[in-house]
């Protein structure tokens, strides 16, 4: 819904609109920081390891939720991907305002849960591949990064993943 | 040791797109009034108020800053709390604690949303719950994390997308016989499967509405529910339970299952005796905010065996009349009234204990026992057992 639609869509007998805009800066931490800036100067991804259950984070954690433990260092990280698997995808065909820039994204876009190689965690990013019938369970794709010129120490430093072709 | 608890009022709010006649305070007023007056009691009786909503869905950060007068919290003991789409579910089981710890006798508690007051931006609020740092870019809200469900139960069951339409429309007959339901649509299978895509494999007539209206209850300890009314509906258990975070991938176990409904469904389950849960429960209030969830997460709460699920639905077993009623009062996707919705669920199945809930009264048999679920937040989980008898 456009700011325009929402606004029509408020027709009340007597009421007000109103927006909130509030900047945010949100802490990553040692460890997601460390990954991030390990995407942005490095362009590597990286999942840690519980030492109690064994479990994979990706990315990597402090603590895991299931142990309460704290999880492995830095120099404990496995380097994961650039390629992977998708486990399930969706396909993004109704726009929604975006909370961080009050616009809609772009339709259409997938949404896929991808495990990438090298440890079994998964996490969620952007398909290239839109079309649900190119779309299939268990089809290997890639990482796509921006030039390191442009790279800021965000998840988005990855633009999408695409299909790798036979 | 807690004391026993009662359930000795029931009121909602009509559950609209609009409320243009009332503000949020008037709103939770109405579903309050209504509670006491089934409870026959005045605030006069109320020891103590509790109030939840979430707020960003009003863009009004603590609502119990506008909303005394209507709550009745004046110069009471109260709070106002926001736990998701669980808030509901919390609202009653913090309204129990109070009584059953045996501080207050006598408590009123209220859930409601205006979900109008965002415009219809339901989902961008949502999106908010995500991490803004590895999830929230890629988030999609409710309807994708949804729309993730019926992609994983399709394609693992190969069941195709009848049996998403039939849970719908059996949600529709259900909510056509629901005064207090938001749509009240005469669907067919064929309008849902037709229905536009919102985000694939999920259509818009799979996912519940963005609805406004208010829940009240009114919980009382044994002494007091003996003597404000003759049909008492008993807390017999709950659990609660929460998984790590709101998007199920951060769980380095790629499985499709909400692992806290599962947790939370063998604990009520062995706690209370239930072998055989269809047998064992008579009625089922979910809170499945689209069709596909009835149909996956019956496998979750346990209720049959995976990939069972969209055979029972398609042999009718969930429907008003069938062996195993799921959602009589039309459920989430007809109404969605989200800080209410969990409330809704308790209090509709309160109602078909009592056998008070009208044209979707259960028809099999005179229910006893009936369990109601929450969901929301992080994948957080509540499940309350409801019971006709004390013991």
Excluded at chain 2, 224 to 230: E, G, H, R, S
Excluded at chain 2, 278 to 291: C, L
Aim: glycine share 8%.
């Amino acid at each position: 819904m456009t700011k325009q639609e929402a606004q029509e869509y408020m027709i009340v007998p007597c009421g007000i609109n109103g927006e909130m805009n509030i900047p945010y800066s949100w802490g990553a931490g040692d460890f997601v920081g460390k990954a991030l800036e390990e995407l942005r100067d490095n362009g590597k991804i990286y999942a840690n390891k519980c030492p109690q259950c064994g479990r994979f984070h990706l990315p990597p954690r402090k603590v895991c939720g299931r142990c309460h433990v704290e999880m492995e260092g830095r120099e404990n990280w496995i380097e994961v991907g650039p390629k992977g698997t998708v486990l399930m995808f969706t396909v993004t065909v109704t726009p929604f305002l975006e909370p961080e820039t009050g616009k809609p994204r772009q339709v259409p876009y997938t949404v896929a849960t991808i495990q990438l190689d090298g440890a079994p965690a998964a996490f969620e990013h952007y398909l290239k591949e839109t079309d649900p019938e190119k779309l299939k369970v268990g089809m290997r794709v890639e990482a796509v990064l921006k030039p390191k010129e442009q790279r800021r120490g965000d998840v988005r430093d990855i633009i999408q993943f695409r299909t790798i072709e036979k | 040791m807690a004391r026993k608890v009662a359930i000795v009022g029931i009121g909602q709010t009509e559950h609209k797109t609009r409320h243009p006649e009332c503000s949020h305070a008037e709103l939770i007023n109405e579903a309050a009034r209504r509670a006491l007056e089934d409870a026959q009691l005045t605030i006069k009786d109320i020891d103590a108020v509790l109030n939840g909503n979430m707020d960003l869905f009003e863009g009004h950060n603590l609502l119990d800053t506008i909303t005394v007068d209507g709550s009745g919290a004046y110069l009471k003991p109260g709070r106002k709390m926001n736990t998701g789409g669980t808030t509901g579910g919390t609202m009653v089981t913090s309204a129990w604690y109070h009584v059953a710890s045996g501080i207050y006798d006598v408590v009123l508690t209220i859930a409601s949303e205006k979900q109008e007051e965002s415009g219809g931006n339901t989902t961008s609020a949502i999106i908010t719950c995500a991490d803004p740092l590895a999830y929230r870019p890629f988030s999609t809200g409710a309807v994708g994390a949804l729309a993730m469900v019926a992609a994983r139960y399709m394609h693992d069951t190969g069941c195709g997308e009848e049996p998403g339409a039939i849970a719908r429309v059996k949600a529709a007959d259900n909510a056509l016989k629901n005064p207090y339901a938001h749509l009240k649509l005469h669907l067919t299978l064929e309008d849902v499967l037709e229905s536009r895509m919102l985000i694939y494999p999920l259509r818009l007539l799979h996912m519940c509405p963005q609805s406004s209206g208010a829940c009240a209850l009114v919980l009382a300890s044994e002494e007091k529910a003996k003597k404000i009314t003759k049909k008492p509906v008993w807390f017999k258990d709950h659990v609660i339970s929460h998984q790590e975070c709101f998007k199920r991938p951060l769980s380095p176990d790629p499985t499709p299952s909400m692992i806290s409904q599962t947790d939370a469904a063998r604990k009520l389950y062995q706690r209370n005796g239930v072998t055989q849960p269809r047998r064992d429960i008579d009625v089922f209030e979910m809170y499945e905010p689209a069709a596909w969830a009835e149909i996956a997460w019956m496998e979750d709460f346990l209720l049959c065996e995976r990939g069972e699920a969209w055979k029972l639905v398609e042999r009718g077993v969930t429907a008003l009349d069938g062996e195993f009623p799921i959602n009589p009062s039309g459920g989430v996707v007809s109404t969605n009234s989200i800080g209410a919705t969990a409330m809704v669920r308790v209090a509709e199945a309160a109602l078909q204990i009592r056998g008070d809930a009208g044209a979707h009264q259960v028809t099999r048999k005179e229910p006893k026992t009936a369990v109601a679920t929450a969901f929301g937040g992080c994948n957080w989980t509540i499940m309350t057992l409801l019971s006709k008898n004390l013991d």
